[in-house]
């Protein structure tokens, strides 16, 4: 195992847990991205409920992109990526996983090539069943609280001074996603991963508080 190729990615995984109790945690920051990603472009997805997961298939760039949210729950979410995967003979090279992150502050975000999971559950599914970590990921930060139990904290809601910064980073990981995309993932390291969300620094991150 190594590092990711240069290859465009032809899919997008954003991960998260299904339904209405999950939608608005830290936990989900993947699936809002994914679903930025649906409601900036100017032709509507074509939706599917296949292999486990939202399947939508979107023109991007000139090509056909396949944006995925796996209904699987975060710890399995590689189980549905797998079948996808599988189905198109995409390869992994090919697929970016947008997270989030306990190690970034919120307002920050960071491309990877490849490599390992940092703990995160859902990157450690995707690896098992991808059998490679030879995939990019968009790390989304969310920051920490140390006082709070960290699955009570990824769990948890936004607090109200939160919300304007995760309205800019999810922008933000929207615009890295397509960028990617469309130029390549380098090129989106290149310009996301030194950026930070209006309001914030990456020296003195907002606290983070559960609601």
């Known amino acids: 195992m190594g590092t990711a190729t240069s290859q465009l990615p032809s899919l997008i995984v954003g991960l998260g847990n299904p339904g209405a109790?999950?939608?608005?945690?830290?936990?989900?920051?993947g699936f809002m991205v994914v679903d930025k990603i649906l409601d900036n472009l100017?032709?509507?997805?074509?939706?599917?409920?296949?292999?486990?997961?939202?399947?939508?298939?979107?023109?991007?760039?000139?090509?056909?992109?396949i944006l995925v949210k796996p209904l699987t729950y975060m710890n399995l979410s590689?189980?549905?990526?797998?079948?996808?995967?599988?189905?198109?003979?995409?390869?992994?090279?090919?697929?970016l996983a947008i997270?989030?992150?306990?190690?970034l502050p919120l307002g920050r975000?960071?491309?990877?090539?490849?490599?390992?999971?940092?703990g995160h559950r859902g990157v450690e599914s995707l690896i098992r069943e991808l059998g490679s970590d030879r995939f990019p990921r968009l790390r989304v930060g969310i920051g920490r609280e140390t006082?709070?139990?960290?699955?009570d904290y990824v769990l948890g809601?936004?607090?109200?001074?939160?919300?304007?910064?995760?309205?800019a980073v999810v922008a933000a990981a929207a615009d890295a996603a397509v960028m990617a995309v469309r130029a390549g993932v380098p090129a989106a390291m290149n310009r996301f991963n030194a950026w930070c969300a209006p309001g914030t620094s990456p020296d003195q991150p907002p606290t983070s508080r559960s609601t």
Do not use: F, M, Q
């Open 78 to 95: 590689g189980e549905a990526v797998a079948k996808i995967r599988t189905a198109t003979g995409i390869a992994p090279e090919e697929i």
């Open 147 to 151: 006082t709070t139990p960290v699955v």
């Open 42 to 65: 100017r032709k509507p997805a074509v939706k599917e409920h296949r292999y486990n997961a939202e399947l939508y298939r979107a023109a991007i760039g000139g090509r056909t992109l």
């Open 99 to 103: 997270h989030d992150c306990l190690d």
């Open 21 to 29: 109790d999950y939608a608005a945690t830290r936990h989900n920051i």
């Open 157 to 167: 809601g936004w607090s109200a001074e939160e919300r304007p910064v995760v309205a």
């Open 109 to 118: 975000l960071r491309l990877r090539a490849g490599g390992g999971s940092g």
